[in-house]
């Protein structure tokens, strides 16, 4: 299985933008569809924002278009999440998941195979 590894999230005002990383051990992420979700206190956790194997296709949820972008770099076994113009309700933990082999771009919690640890991030009115 691979293994996924978020990087180090923080505090950041509104407004302000930060860059989340995800890197991934024991296997390429090449044969990965991967996805990037998060979960807010005393939420479920929600997709933000997808992208499929060679990176031809991303999906992200209706609250974060426009202000998150996802990214893959199949060479350096990474996926990127930049978020911009963040919103005190993008406060969440967030959770970098691999999904093996997978299709398109799946929205679903359960279609994920592999997850990582999560990390916070804070965004302060």
């Known amino acids: 299985q691979v293994q996924l590894v978020e990087s180090v999230g923080g505090l950041v005002q509104a407004g302000g933008s930060l860059r989340l990383s995800c890197a991934a051990s024991?296997?390429?992420?090449?044969?990965?569809?991967m996805g990037w979700f998060r979960q807010g206190p005393g939420k479920e956790r929600e997709f933000v924002a997808g992208?499929?194997?060679?990176?031809?296709?991303?999906n992200y949820a209706d609250s974060v278009k426009g202000r998150f972008t996802i990214a893959r770099d199949n060479a350096r076994n990474t996926v990127n999440l930049q978020m911009n113009s963040l919103k005190p309700e993008d406060t969440a933990l967030y959770y970098c998941?691999?999904?093996?082999?997978?299709?398109?771009?799946?929205?679903?919690?359960?279609?994920?195979?592999?997850w990582g640890q999560g990390t916070q991030v804070t965004v302060s009115s």
């Open positions: 998941a691999a999904r093996l082999y997978g299709l398109g771009v799946q929205t679903g919690v359960a279609a994920y195979n592999n």
């Open positions: 992208i499929s194997l060679r990176g031809g296709t991303t």
């Open positions: 024991g296997r390429s992420l090449s044969n990965y569809a």
